[in-house]
């Protein structure tokens, strides 16, 4: 668990080669796909171009994620800070995105799936990376040389009982913890290029800044006698999350995360921020998923992340090409508030650089097949449906291994019965079958038919050659009250008045003894015939 979710991460993990950056593909170093950030402050910051706009939703509602990538997924590092305003006189920022490894062991789900299934959504409950952050402005000349350096208190993770001091500017007032040892001329000589920003990892003793992961101060360009710098707390912790991913239209699509507010019955949390962002659904244009961010700090989650300045300096490594470190170069890209900015840009590195932890790390086991028509293949159906597992492993190998629970479901239409409403319909749907069946069989075997009447003049012929009925009075110049459509009409026979013959008729309402007489109904195989005295009075009327 520790090599994919550690507590205290240190340099020893990092390859060697991580000090220097260039434009290469997604690797295990922690400021790997650095340009995918400075992409994404550029794109906040200028007017981006058509196919960024398109592929990141840029344009009326703020941009909130990029995309990198793990060894064979895609994933959505997301930045946004606290729409709830200013807390305790500083605006924290978040970031976050899924942890690199667990994203590739659900593609690869995703992938064998596919080859059997189609429209598949995967979804898994696991932690990924939450990074918070804040930075805020101080001048060195402020402060006795023998002064140790102040630190923000971090809004929702240090307890305001830690602060040593309270400053109020315009924005408010502001908590500062005191570092017990790093003095004003030690952040002086901080190396590195005076015309640059010059980034110091500061190492936090934990019972001064409880919940807190490491700290930074930023010395700003220009000559040392300038003395400006920004000062920086952050946090870090494994948080829980939903990750979700489907194969539909023929290939896989980014991960997506559902963010919980709370991480579990050992991780509580309490809201801080709620937004959007990209959802692997629909990403180019991307659709929406809610977005909670859960409490940071250690005094309410069990998973806060130690994290040493040996791991952070590789999150501002030398850049290829650029002949400066990676802050620099992201600092071109973001010029508004300088300690927003800084802040901003290293949550998103810190986030990113977590998410790699345990890189390399692959599905174990041998593929479970099944036999279909006597060969050996592999069967989606098996595992969606759950007969078993998807590899057969090794029980004594595996007891270290992390055991992935998925969540398979095919995408398409189909009934449940998983709440009231379905069921209530499929009830109904069941009762209505089962009197069409009967009313089919019942006129199958007792009823007649006819095709006497197959066109609408047939009906009309047969309504003209009808005795008028006194349930339809009043209507002859139209019909203006409901009950004349609720009378019931039937074909029954007549008598000619002259002769033997016999002919039909439209009868409108309740006739009792027409009803009751058995030689007024319908017989099948028999011929019935025409009025003959009607036929007499037309002839004469015509002479």
């Avoid at 490491?214 to 300038?226: D, M």
């Avoid at 309490?270 to 959007?276: D, G, R």
């Avoid at 998973?303 to 040996?310: A, V």
């Avoid at 969540?407 to 499929?426: C, E, F, K």
Wanted: proline share 6%; charged share 15%; glycine share 10%.
């Amino acid at each position: 668990m520790d090599q994919i979710w550690p507590t205290s991460i240190n340099g020893s993990t990092i390859p060697s080669g991580c000090s220097l950056v260039g434009a290469e593909a997604s690797n295990p170093c922690p400021a790997s796909e650095w340009y995918a950030v400075r992409d994404w402050l550029s794109a906040l910051m200028n007017d981006p171009p058509i196919s960024f706009s398109n592929r990141y939703n840029v344009g009326g509602d703020p941009l909130l994620a990029c995309l990198v990538h793990g060894q064979n997924s895609a994933r959505n590092l997301l930045n946004t800070e606290d729409p709830g305003g200013f807390v305790q006189g500083v605006l924290p920022t978040f970031a976050t995105t899924q942890q690199a490894v667990i994203a590739d062991a659900l593609t690869q789900a995703g992938v064998l799936w596919f080859a059997s299934l189609v429209n598949v959504t995967a979804n898994t409950g696991h932690g990924q990376p939450y990074t918070t952050g804040v930075c805020v402005h101080g001048e060195i000349g402020n402060y006795s040389i023998n002064d140790t350096v102040s630190f923000p208190l971090l809004p929702g993770v240090n307890s305001p009982a830690l602060a040593t001091a309270n400053i109020t500017d315009g924005d408010g007032t502001i908590g500062y913890i005191r570092h017990p040892d790093l003095t004003f001329p030690e952040l002086w000589e901080t190396p590195g290029d005076l015309e640059g920003y010059r980034l110091r990892w500061v190492q936090f003793p934990e019972d001064l800044f409880t919940g807190s992961s490491i700290g930074a101060a930023v010395l700003l360009p220009g000559p040392r006698s300038r003395k400006d710098f920004v000062a920086c707390n952050f946090a870090a912790l494994w948080g829980s999350s939903s990750l979700n991913v489907e194969n539909f239209g023929g290939g896989i699509g980014p991960m997506g995360s559902t963010y919980h507010l709370h991480g579990g019955d050992n991780q509580p949390g309490i809201p801080i921020s709620k937004s959007h962002v990209p959802d692997a659904e629909s990403y180019d244009p991307p659709g929406a998923t809610p977005l909670d961010i859960p409490y940071i700090g250690s005094r309410h989650g069990q998973r806060t992340i130690n994290i040493s300045e040996d791991w952070a300096q590789y999150l501002n490594p030398a850049v290829e090409g650029f002949n400066t470190s990676l802050l620099n170069v992201l600092m071109q890209y973001n010029p508004g508030n300088t300690a927003s900015a800084i802040s901003t840009s290293v949550v998103m590195l810190m986030a990113n650089g977590l998410a790699r932890t345990g890189w390399g790390s692959i599905l174990q086991g041998d593929l479970k097949t099944v036999m279909r028509n006597g060969e050996e293949s592999i069967d989606g159906n098996y595992w969606i449906s759950g007969k078993g597992d998807v590899s057969t492993v090794d029980p004594a190998a595996s007891q270290d291994w992390v055991t992935l629970r998925m969540d398979p479901a095919l995408r398409g239409y189909a009934y449940n019965t998983r709440t009231i409403p379905p069921r209530v319909a499929i009830a109904i749907l069941a009762a209505y079958c089962v009197l069409v069946v009967g009313h089919t069989i019942y006129y199958g075997i007792t009823g007649i038919s006819s095709n006497c009447w197959d066109s609408i003049a047939e009906v009309t012929t047969l309504a003209m050659n009808s005795s008028p009925s006194a349930a339809l009075r009043n209507t002859c110049a139209g019909i203006s009250e409901l009950h004349i459509f609720k009378l019931p009409v039937r074909i029954l026979v007549d008598k000619d008045e002259e002769g033997e013959g016999e002919h039909l008729q439209l009868v409108f309402g309740h006739i009792e003894e027409w009803e009751k007489m058995e030689d007024r109904k319908v017989k099948a195989n028999r011929t019935y015939g025409t009025m003959l005295k009607t036929f007499e009075k037309e002839k004469k009327k015509k002479s």
